[in-house]
T-cell receptor
Framework: GDSVTQMEGPVTLSEEAFLTINCTYT??????LFWYVQYPGEGLQLLLK?????DKGSNKGFEATYRKETTSFHLEKGSVQVSDSAVYFC????????????FGKGTKLSVIP | SAVISQKPSRDICQRGTSLTIQCQVD?????MFWYRQQPGQSLTLIAT?????????ESGFVIDKFPISRPNLTFSTLTVSNMSPEDSSIYLC???????????FGDGTRLSIL
């Protein structure tokens, strides 16, 4: 079945550091890929998405590129802020009319001043 | 995107009791889903709530334990029945406004069972 593998956390960075959170997936067909963010005590917010190979999703300084050849969708940000401290989830949605999301285990990011 | 309201936001319940969680959306949506997030874990899909018919449950989840209703295109409920401490989790409602669009989540219900 479909699966998503994220790098283990927690990740602790200093403010203005470069962030990469790795995400790889296993799926048949042509899934859509997502990054969601969960701030402390809140639900999930959609951060960015990509629906086909070579698409780049971007939002709030975060970027991720859908790489079919490496089955990856790594999340990057050039300069993190304290307010980026949260848990980040990579997720996939199968194509062909199936809409359930499969999530990775989540990566907790802490940014220190 | 749709505004999703979940109630209650948190609760502490006694073992053996049941709790119904409500999910209200401010616009009609095609699909509604219920997820569970156990402490420190990722999200697991419980079921897809179908309007006017029985929900579609994922492996490991059954209607007797998690009955779901969806009477219209803007509202759904999830009941956690005969609760035990293992049911302590965050329960999240998500919606898909238009078929194929990303899912958006409510803020969740934080449930603790004593």
């Amino acid at each position: 079945g479909d699966s998503v593998t994220q790098m283990e956390g927690p990740v602790t960075l200093s403010e203005e550091a470069f962030l990469t959170i790795n995400c790889t997936y296993t799926a048949t067909g042509y899934p859509s890929l997502f990054w969601y963010v969960q701030y402390p005590g809140e639900g999930l917010q959609l951060l960015l998405k990509a629906t086909k190979a070579d698409d780049k999703g971007s939002n709030k300084g975060f970027e991720a590129t859908y790489r079919k050849e490496t089955t990856s969708f790594h999340l990057e940000k050039g300069s993190v802020q304290v307010s980026d401290s949260a848990v980040y989830f990579c997720a996939l949605r199968p194509g062909a009319g199936s809409y359930q999301l499969t999530f990775g285990k989540g990566t907790k990011l802490s940014v220190i001043p | 995107s749709a505004v999703i309201s979940q109630k209650p936001s948190r609760d502490i319940c006694q073992r053996g009791t049941s709790l119904t969680i409500q999910c209200q959306v401010d616009s009609q949506v095609t699909m509604m889903f219920w997820y569970r997030q156990q402490p420190g874990q990722s999200l697991t899909l419980i079921a897809t709530a179908n309007q006017g018919s029985e929900a579609t449950y994922e492996s490991g989840f059954v209607i007797d334990k998690f009955p779901i209703s969806r009477p219209n295109l803007t509202f759904s409920t999830l009941t956690v029945s005969n609760m035990s401490p293992e049911d302590s989790s965050i329960y999240l409602c998500s919606v898909m406004g238009i078929e194929g669009q990303p899912q958006h989540f409510g803020d969740g219900t934080r449930l603790s069972i004593l």
